[in-house]
């Protein structure tokens, strides 16, 4: 797993708990890394996992909703260092149905070693997509947490409805509907 997602992650813990927060999770976990990330690295997907469980014993908060709200911060990342990249979108369908044979094609460019999930686009309308996520890192709700975000980004929102495939989480199926834009009279 690269770098950014750690050092982010960890920039996140420090806002929302404060960095005593930070020191804990860290020490209480077992990491390779000794928690020293530099965001161009590359470190072991164990050692984020680990972080989330500490943080989630020590904040009472799931792991889903940890990584949905790590999710909808990594897209303020992603607007930041990828604007080109979101500027080829004008539309969330669009964009959300290109992930597997364009954006993270483009990511896997400028990081070889990247671990991504797979999407598979299962159907589409101009209002609605099915997408099938695959990974063994299970981060589905990161994932819903960057489609939020999407959404926002087009000034629109949608309702996303997940469905595991696998119990585990590794195989997971989003239904998502655009809302209709409410009328402002
Ligand atoms: C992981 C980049 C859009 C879903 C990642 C990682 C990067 C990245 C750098 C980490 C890879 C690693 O640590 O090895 C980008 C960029 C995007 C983009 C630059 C847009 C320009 C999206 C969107 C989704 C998405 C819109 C929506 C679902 C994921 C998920 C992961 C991931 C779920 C976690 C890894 C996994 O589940 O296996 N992405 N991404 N990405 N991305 Fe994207």
New binding site residues.
Partial sequence: ??G??FTEFLDLVEEKFGIEMVDKIISESNLESEGAYTSIG?YR?SEMLQLLQSLHKNSGISIDKLLLTY?EH??SV?DK??SG??ATYKDPIE??SS?ENH??V??KK??P?????E?VVEEKTEDSLI?I?K??????H???G??NK?FEHFNSSATIVLEKIKEDGTEVK?VIKKNPHESRE
Avoid at 113 to 117: F, G, R, V
Avoid at 135 to 140: E, G, L, P, T, W
Wanted: net charge negative; hydrophobic share 60%.
């Fill in positions: 797993m690269k950014i997602v590359t997907f999710g990594f897209f992603i260092s990828y990249l979101l964009m959300l992930i954006i993270h483009e990511v400028i990081y070693d990247a671990e991504l999930p999407f997408l996520y990974s063994s890192r299970a981060m589905h990161f994932g819903l960057l489609m999407t989003f």
